[in-house]
């Protein structure tokens, strides 16, 4: 696997890879767990190259504990992606990707507005604007989104659309631990007893028949519930337990 710090010489790289061959990207940011596991493998399998990245976008966090607060673990992601096959890595400093000092920005004025969007302000505008960038540094056939956060996959989706984008993007179904709890960095900073809790809140949300069975039930185990909403036929989740904000969803 190569690795990319400086974009510059990332072009130069991308400018010589064959037009024959078939690109799939996996952007992250780090903290790498079996969900991206996953969809760095379905990338290798559908595609001749696979490119990853890592970097924790700052515009996306609406706290500043909450980026400060991110598990950084590059050593052990950069051995997980050589290990599963990605052939280059690019891992950016924020000064080189914002080099406009974020004039720029990606903005959708309705889908981003609401669940994530109305408890985390400018959440999406970060996550649409550093996609974009990305996009346009790797030029992929085919990008991959855990649906996990099923939102951003399909504000992604339908910002490519939007811009007549010649990105395939595509979704992984949630990978769950045993207990039924999704997957997540966040998941890193959950005491014992917070993952115990956790745990019991997924299998709530997985096993109730309705939002408000759901939210009582929750309620009871004292926890907290930013939203529980049902949009599109997919319910969308979000909780607190202790400084830890986790997100889940299911089709229903």
């Known amino acids: 696997m190569q690795i990319y ?12 890879i064959p037009d024959n061959l078939t690109i799939g990207f996996v952007p992250t940011m ?44 590059l050593d052990k992601d950069i051995e997980l992606l050589e ?24 903005h959708e004025t309705e889908f981003s507005k609401k ?6 302000p400018g959440h999406f505008n970060g996550v649409l604007s550093v996609v974009m960038k990305f996009f346009n540094l790797v030029k992929p056939h085919r990008s991959y989104f855990g649906e996990k956060d099923y939102q951003q996959y ?23 631990e045993a207990s039924g709890l999704a997957y997540s960095s966040r998941n890193n900073r959950l005491t014992v007893v ?4 956790a745990e019991q809140y997924a ?8 939002c408000e069975e759901t939210m ?21 989740i979000a909780v607190k337990i202790g400084d830890v904000r986790l997100i889940d969803n299911k089709k229903i």
């Open 115 to 120: 669940l994530e969007g109305e408890f985390r």
């Open 154 to 176: 399909q504000l992604i989706k339908d910002m490519c659309d939007a811009y007549f984008m010649d990105i395939e993007v595509k979704s992984l179904e949630t990978i769950r």
């Open 203 to 210: 299998s709530i949300f997985l096993t109730c028949h309705t």
């Open 194 to 197: 917070e993952k115990q809790i």
């Open 216 to 236: 009582q039930k929750l309620q009871e185990i004292g926890i907290h519930v930013d939203y529980i909403q049902d949009y599109n036929h997919r319910r969308y």
């Open 5 to 16: 710090h400086d974009i510059a010489e990332w072009r130069e790289v991308r400018r010589n």
């Open 83 to 106: 290990k599963i096959g990605v052939n280059y890595c690019l891992i950016p400093n924020e000064q080189e990707m914002y080099h406009d000092d974020y004039r720029f920005q990606i």
């Open 30 to 73: 780090g903290n790498l767990h079996l969900g991206h596991g996953a969809l760095v493998s379905k990338s290798t399998c559908e595609n001749d190259i696979t490119v990853a990245s890592i970097f924790i976008n700052r515009m996306q966090f609406n706290q500043v504990d909450d980026y400060n607060n991110y598990p950084r673990t």
